[in-house]
């Protein structure tokens, strides 16, 4: 018997199955009329979720709060069968990332303003990604009933790529998981203040900024530091020069992560930064 804690919408639910276990099932019509304490009809189940952790367990709740149920069904059988498959274990942020990247790219295909990825492929270096990725586009075709363009395989790529855990990161997953969310979120809130929103013609270039970002927040939070050289201020103090707009955008990034979290942005990121939000004005077809 499995009874709803929680229903997110009439097609997925919040259970409870016993020994302090949960799990979010879907189905059509399963959770119609139903309410906290009411009995699930097993019947109905067309997939279960299990939530390992409280972290998995957060994510998934702004997953089904925020995200069309078809998208976010999707996700997670993404997300499933990379593990059930080939024990590939990511961030939870995974489950945020993709289905925002899913949910564009559907968006564009329908709205026919879809731009093939410029993403170089390195299928070569990463062999289980690319497979993986592979069947990753075949799910999603299946379950949203839509043709992806070739390019897709690369994007999901990075997007596996840049959300797998280390394996001596397993253990810290939850604090991982929950400052990346945060300081994702700082930076998005930066940007939208500083009309710098993802459009479909700067789309490679801000997915390339969040992933870079990623990449940047795990290294802060393994306390890797880089030592600034004259070349660098050099560089940065040109930079600044001729991309005003951009520095104001990184500086305010920077103070922001300071006072959140007590942690300082390098001369050297700066600069990356920079380029990486230059290149996005660059392609936005309001700048």
Wanted: glycine share 2%.
């Amino acid at each position: 018997m499995l009874l709803i804690k929680r229903v997110f919408n009439n097609n997925s639910a919040l259970v409870e199955l016993g020994n302090n276990r949960e799990a979010v099932v879907v189905g059509n019509g399963i959770a119609f009329k139903k309410t906290e304490g009411k009995e699930i009809d097993t019947s109905k189940v067309e997939n279960i979720f299990y939530l390992e952790n409280s972290a998995t367990k957060r994510t998934i709740f702004s997953l089904l709060k925020n995200t069309p149920i078809d998208i976010a069904v999707t996700t997670m059988h993404v997300v499933n069968h990379a593990y059930k498959k080939y024990h590939y274990e990511l961030f939870d942020y995974f489950y945020l990332s993709l289905s925002e990247h899913i949910l564009g790219v559907y968006h564009r295909i329908l709205d026919n303003t879809y731009q093939t990825s410029q993403i170089p492929d390195i299928k070569d270096e990463y062999p289980l990604e690319n497979k993986i990725a592979q069947e990753s586009v075949k799910i999603i075709e299946r379950d949203l009933k839509i043709k992806l363009p070739v390019s897709e395989r690369k994007n999901i790529m990075l997007h596996l790529i840049n959300a797998r855990i280390p394996e001596k990161k397993q253990v810290n997953r939850e604090k991982n998981i929950i400052n990346i969310e945060e300081m994702l979120h700082i930076v998005q809130v930066i940007l939208d203040q500083h009309n710098i929103y993802r459009l479909a013609s700067n789309n490679d270039e801000y997915e390339r900024f969040m992933i870079h970002l990623q990449y940047l927040f795990r290294r802060l939070e393994q306390g890797e530091k880089f030592r600034s050289s004259d070349i660098t201020k050099k560089v940065k103090d040109e930079l600044i020069s001729e991309y005003p707009e951009s520095f104001v955008v990184v500086k305010e990034i920077d103070e922001q992560l300071k006072q959140d979290f007590q942690w300082e942005i390098s001369d050297e990121e700066k600069l990356y930064l920079i380029v990486h939000i230059q290149r996005i004005y660059e392609k936005s077809s309001k700048y």
